[in-house]
Nanobody, 126 residues
Framework: VQLQASGGGLVQAGGSLRLSCVAS????????IGWFRQAPGQEREFVAG????????HYADSVQGRVTISRDNAKNTVYLQMNSLKPEDTAVYLC????????????????????WGQGTLVTVSS
């Protein structure tokens, strides 16, 4: 599975962005997908995850209620809709895939993911 994240940019606090993670490879539709972010000088952290059937999702406390993860397996794409953005959301956002899990499993641990895409930069100005 090859992954490519896009949709980042510069936005004012309170604004919205929708990130996309487009994948190639036959296992994408049977892969749990996660979004992570890494701010300068900080550890990479989990943001949101979705099971491969799309029925299960999980969010980090820091984004709960502001972020929605969804997927369209027909388009090999996972989306991350981010609303009410804050300056502390500024980071490089990356998507990752884990093809080893069941259809309802959301994967939170970054060490569990087998495939990673290059990130997209989100900058939120105050």
């Amino acid at each position: 599975v090859q992954l490519q994240a896009s949709g980042g940019g510069l936005v004012q606090a309170g604004g919205s962005l929708r990130l996309s993670c487009v994948a190639s490879g036959r296992t994408f539709s049977h892969s749990a997908i996660g979004w992570f972010r890494q701010a300068p000088g900080q550890e990479r952290e989990f943001v949101a995850g979705i099971s491969w059937n799309g029925d299960s999702t999980h969010y980090a406390d820091s984004v709960q209620g502001r972020v929605t993860i969804s997927r369209d397996n027909a388009k090999n794409t996972v989306y991350l809709q981010m609303n009410s953005l804050k300056p502390e959301d500024t980071a490089v956002y990356l998507c990752a895939a884990d093809p080893k899990v069941s259809e309802i499993t959301v994967v939170v641990g970054q060490g569990e993911y087998d495939y990673w895409g290059q990130g997209t930069l989100v900058t939120v100005s105050s």
